[in-house]
């Protein structure tokens, strides 16, 4: 079984930061992206910043410049260092790894998810 627990979500003045890590335990072979949703009320998820094993990094436009993700392979952890937070940053933020597991000869692909954690911006 693969778990994915992700933590640091709480309540934050406008202006001030957050740092949220996301941990990947179980069997599992490899993690290729890993990447931070987040969802609002009444709003749809979504994709927030990604890194890929290798490091290439993704942001959606309004994070850029204020956010910084980031990962530690050999813990399969992956951050989301939050500065200059607003209110429109408000949200359930969920952590999404691309797990490989190996079935027998195969290498198999799967999305698991985190629980998620709230991020709650004051103004």
């Known amino acids: 079984q693969v778990q994915v627990v992700e933590s640091g979500g709480g309540l934050v003045q406008a202006g001030g930061s957050l740092r949220l890590s996301c941990s990947v335990s179980?069997?599992?072979?490899?993690?290729?992206?890993m990447v931070w949703y987040r969802q609002a009320p009444g709003k749809q998820r979504e994709l927030v910043a990604g890194?890929?094993?290798?490091?290439?990094?993704n942001y959606q436009n309004s994070v850029k410049g204020r956010f910084i993700v980031s990962r530690d392979n050999g813990k399969n952890t992956v951050y989301l260092q939050m500065n200059n937070l607003k209110p429109d940053d408000t949200g359930v933020y969920y952590c999404n790894a691309q797990g490989v597991v190996t079935h027998g000869p195969l290498d198999v692909e799967y999305d698991y998810w985190g629980q998620g954690t709230q991020v709650t911006v004051s103004s």
């Open positions: 890194v890929t094993s290798g490091g290439i990094t």
């Open positions: 179980g069997s599992i072979r490899s993690i290729n992206a």
